[in-house]
């Protein structure tokens, strides 16, 4: 069985695909089978690993509504070796329309993983929404853990509650009882502003959740990267961000 890690967080731009992208060049640098599920309409991580959107026919979109695509035929094969991707596009933003009526609505990606995926990858990355509508939810239920990207320049502390509560409740309500929060994880990180600092310090005193060791400075190399459709990893090897990444993938092996 794959590890399924869900990287969400209903605040935007906090860095859940910068992260889904890196986390995954730096685990394929050590040889691990990677797919990239993309869950946001967006399509970020899709095109950030270097996929034409014109190119992509089918999507998570087929696979998500009934009697579409198995996951199986919508995967791509990236620039990066070892890494696939489960493609988004536009189209997704309806399917969560589509989904709301459904039976089982709540179990579309976890049923989607279940075979294939969970026998072909070592590791799955699912990219979700900036939300807490049914996207993020299929992407929780199906997760045997979830990494919260945390932004430590802006009040980011404030939503982080009601995507506690949600995770609480897939346990509690039976859709995913062994989800595991793996982490929070610092990110845009500056030490050299106070708000850095006190940020970081808030974390650490609410407690609730393992914090990783690994923090995402704020720097341009990571804004560049996905207009090379490559991670970080790959595109700036040498770079501090590349090595923060993979001290985060060394984190995520021993949680995992
Ligand atoms: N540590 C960083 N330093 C500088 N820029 C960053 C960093 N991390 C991400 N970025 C840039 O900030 C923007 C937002 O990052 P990203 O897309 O990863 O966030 P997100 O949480 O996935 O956003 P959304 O909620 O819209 O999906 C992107 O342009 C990205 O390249
Ligand atoms: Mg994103």
């Known amino acids: 069985m794959a590890n399924v890690i869900a990287i969400a967080n ?26 990239c599920v993309d869950m946001d309409a967006q399509a970020n991580l899709t095109v950030g690993l270097g996929i034409n959107l014109g190119t992509v026919d089918r ?14 035929e919508i995967v791509i094969p990236t620039q990066t070796s070892g890494i696939d991707v489960a493609p988004s596009t536009l189209e997704l933003a309806s399917t969560e329309v589509e989904l709301f009526t459904s039976i089982g609505r709540e179990h579309a990606l976890r049923e989607a ?3 294939w995926a969970h026998d072909h990858y070592d590791y799955i990355l699912i990219d ?3 939300t807490l509508g049914l996207l993020t939810i299929n992407g929780l ?27 609480n409740q897939i346990r509690n309500k039976g859709l995913n009882p062994d989800l595991r929060v793996m982490g929070l994880l610092p990110t845009f990180y500056d030490r050299r502003t106070i708000l850095g600092r006190e940020m970081l310090d808030e974390l650490r005193e609410m407690g609730d959740h393992h914090i990783f060791k690994s923090m ?31 001290g985060l993938a060394q984190e995520v092996i021993d949680l995992a």
């Open 141 to 167: 239920v199906a997760a045997t853990h979830v990494i919260i990207p945390v932004q430590t320049q802006y009040y980011a502390l404030k939503g982080l509650s009601a995507l506690v509560k949600v995770i």
């Open 59 to 72: 999507s998570m979109a087929d696979v998500l509504v009934d009697g579409g695509s198995t996951i199986e």
């Open 10 to 35: 209903q605040k935007g731009g906090v860095g859940k695909t910068t992260t889904a992208i890196n986390l995954a060049g730096s685990l394929a640098e050590q040889g691990f089978h990677l797919l």
């Open 216 to 246: 995402v400075k704020q720097t341009v190399k990571l804004g560049e990267a996905p207009l090379a459709g490559r991670p970080v990893t790959a595109y700036a090897t040498n770079s501090d961000a590349a090595r923060t990444y993979r």
């Open 128 to 130: 979700c929404p900036p």
């Open 113 to 115: 993983l279940a075979g």
